[in-house]
Structure formats: C-alpha cells, structure tokens
C-alpha cells in the first residue's frame, strides 16, 4: 500500500497475532511493543520508519522482528547509557531480528538468552563500533550473525570464541585489520566470511592439520571466504 504519517500504538490490540505493516511509507518513530501476549512477529520492513527509540518488550510469543530498509539511524557518539540500554527485553521466544539496510552506526544492545539459537541480521548499515565493542552488543547464544558491508574496525580477537553456537559469521566488507584470529571453540561454523577487509599477515600452514592450535575443531565448515 501507500500508508503514510505516523504508525499508531498497537497496546490497545491485546489479541494482535501478527502485525505486517511493511511496503508502505510509514515514518518517524516505531511505536511502542509491549503487554501484547499473544503476538508473535513484527513486520515493519520497507518503509521510512527513523528512530527506533522505544524497547520492546513484555512480548511473551514474540518470535520475529523484521525492520530492515527503513531510514533508522542512530550516532556512534551516543552517550554509553543509549548504547548499552537493552532494546529487547522479556521477549522469551525471540530469536530473529533484521536491520538490513539502515542508517544504524552501531548495534542496539541485546541480551537474549532464552533461546538455543539466536540470529541478528544488519548488513547494508554504517555500524561504526569496533569488533571488541560490537561483542558486548550480542548475546552468547547467536546462531546467525550477518554484519556485512559496513564500517566496523579493530582487530578479530579470541574473544570470538565464546559465541560458541555460531553458525554463520559474515564479515565482508568492513575495515577490519589485524592478523587472521585463533579459532577453536565454534565447532557449528559453518560459513566464515572475512573478505573485502584489511586483514593481514598470513595464514599458517598447519591451519587445517588435525591438533592445531589456530583453527581447531572447525569439521563443520563448508563455506570459506578470505
């Protein structure tokens, strides 16, 4: 459709399921999600929506969340209380969220830790933040994490290891610099994309040999990209 203005408030829909709203030109602020028990996904995609102010939360059945290609922006000079404020919170049954497309220059915080497997999403932004950084902004549990084409900087670290459910890391076309990280604790990756950066040195050559140390337990991987 062509649906214009301001998206109202949806507190007053206890028995929304799902909410699709995307292919219209909605803008400004998204409105506030919260106390809707019975909703399970949220479809605001392809519009002009700015500002993603509100947290949502107190969704119980909430399992999706799609804002991709829309205007949302937020500044990496944003004090720390903005950055680490928790956007998503109680919503037990969460586990996908898109940002595809955006303004965003750095990742809202999310600490969601109810489900096994979590996936996020926001390639095609201008996410500024350093990878160090960006770690504290994901939960544990990622499954899926899709940061390409955007401006993320610093050195890959051990640190990485603790998302030891990942499936998918892709990191292409960022300003990543540094030496190629020691991985071996993500023994689901299956897709490992570090291309189009500003990595260096070299790669060793015992990096696949049974017993390493560098790249350990890696059985999984099919898709490699450097």
């Known amino acids: ?86 956007m998503f919170e109680n919503l037990p049954h969460l586990y996908l969220i898109s940002y595809e497309n955006n303004n965003l220059e750095y990742l809202p915080k999310i600490n969601q830790e109810y489900h096994f497997y979590f996936q996020i999403y926001a390639s095609y932004n201008s996410i500024q933040m350093k990878f160090k950084d960006l770690l504290n902004q994901i939960p544990t549990n990622i499954n899926y994490l899709d940061l390409n084409y955007n401006e993320i900087s610093g050195s890959l670290d051990e640190n990485i290891n603790q998302f030891h459910l990942l499936n998918t890391l892709q990191l292409s076309n960022n300003k990543l610099t540094g030496e190629l990280p020691s991985i071996y604790n993500i023994t689901q990756l299956g897709t490992l994309d570090l291309s189009s950066n500003l990595i260096q040195g070299t790669i060793p050559s015992d990096i696949v040999v049974p017993g390493n140390t560098y790249w350990t337990n890696l059985t999984n991987l099919q898709t490699l990209f450097l």
């Open 1 to 86: 459709n062509l649906l214009t203005g301001n998206l109202c408030n949806f507190t007053d829909f206890p028995s929304l399921q799902q909410i699709d709203v995307s292919y219209n030109q909605f803008t400004g602020t998204i409105p506030r999600f919260s106390n809707l028990s019975q909703l399970s996904l949220i479809n605001l995609a392809y519009n002009q929506f700015t500002s993603l102010h509100y947290p949502f939360y107190d969704l119980p059945l909430l399992t999706t969340i799609y804002l991709q290609q829309n205007n949302l922006t937020n500044s990496i000079n944003d004090g720390n209380d903005l950055k680490n404020r928790l």
